[in-house]
């Protein structure tokens, strides 16, 4: 999954995102308000972390642009005012949950994850497909019971692709959704990542993951007609 963070400290920029890529997540980070309005009306995000003072134009703006666009993106605003007043104008504005600076990082990763399984891509924490079984929550993967370990960038295709079962993914939409900003080579890595997925969960016998020519790639159970 693809998360936005608009912060402009660098370090606390810096800590956070450590932290979403440790849980697996591709994280895009905007240092000032007009780079993160950019950003987060370009890109399809899953979650968008978003603190309010920010040079160029605040939080609060980006969140009322970003929900005009898109309603439904989940947004964490962090803040170091407390004031109930505050909150509740940004309740208001279409946050949906909001943490006070300083904050512990586990309590962000905690929030973060819990937006997420409320958003609206398919968020149980086990995905299956046939006998892939993917646990969101440690992080594991097994396919007929069998332990099967991954790279971050494998493991980010294949819960895309899992949240997604029976559904025809573009290799853009996987780039979109899996990479992140600092990517810029071509699309056909998505083709090289496949075949290291096919490899690990041994995908010969009963093909799960399909290619759709000229299209992408679908995970699916059963071969559709
Ligand atoms: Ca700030």
């Known amino acids: 999954m693809r998360l936005l963070m608009v912060e402009d400290e660098e370090k606390l920029a810096q800590l956070v995102k450590r932290a979403l890529v440790a849980e697996r997540f591709s994280v895009d980070v905007a240092h ?9 009306t370009s890109y399809d995000y899953d979650l968008i972390v978003l603190d309010l003072l920010l040079p160029h134009m605040d939080g609060g703006e980006i969140l009322r642009r970003v929900r005009r666009r898109n309603p439904k993106v989940p947004v964490l605003i962090l803040t170091a005012r407390d004031a109930v007043a505050d909150k509740v104008a940004h309740f208001e504005a279409g946050a949906d949950d909001y943490l006070t600076k300083p904050f512990a990082m586990a309590e962000l990763v905690v929030r973060v ?4 399984r409320r958003g609206t891509v398919r968020q149980e924490s ?10 969101r929550l440690s992080q594991q993967v ?21 949240a997604n ?11 979109g959704h899996v990479w992140d900003q600092s990517f810029t080579g071509a699309t056909n890595i998505v083709d090289v990542y496949v075949r290291h997925l096919r490899g690990k ?4 016998d009963q093909r799960l993951i399909r290619t759709v020519r000229g299209v992408g790639y679908v995970i699916a159970a059963e071969e559709s007609a």
Do not use: H, N
Not at 32 to 40: Q, T
Not at 113 to 116: C, E, G, T, V, Y
Not at 201 to 204: L, N, S, V
């Open 32 to 40: 000032d308000g007009r780079e993160g309005l950019e950003l987060a």
């Open 113 to 116: 994850k819990a937006l997420l």
């Open 126 to 135: 086990v995905l299956r497909v046939a006998d892939l079984e993917l646990d």
């Open 142 to 162: 097994r396919r007929g019971g069998k332990r099967i370990e991954l790279t971050l960038k494998e493991y980010g295709l294949l819960e895309y692709l899992m």
């Open 165 to 175: 079962a029976d559904r025809v993914l573009s290799r853009d939409m996987i780039i």
């Open 201 to 204: 969960i041994a995908d010969t």
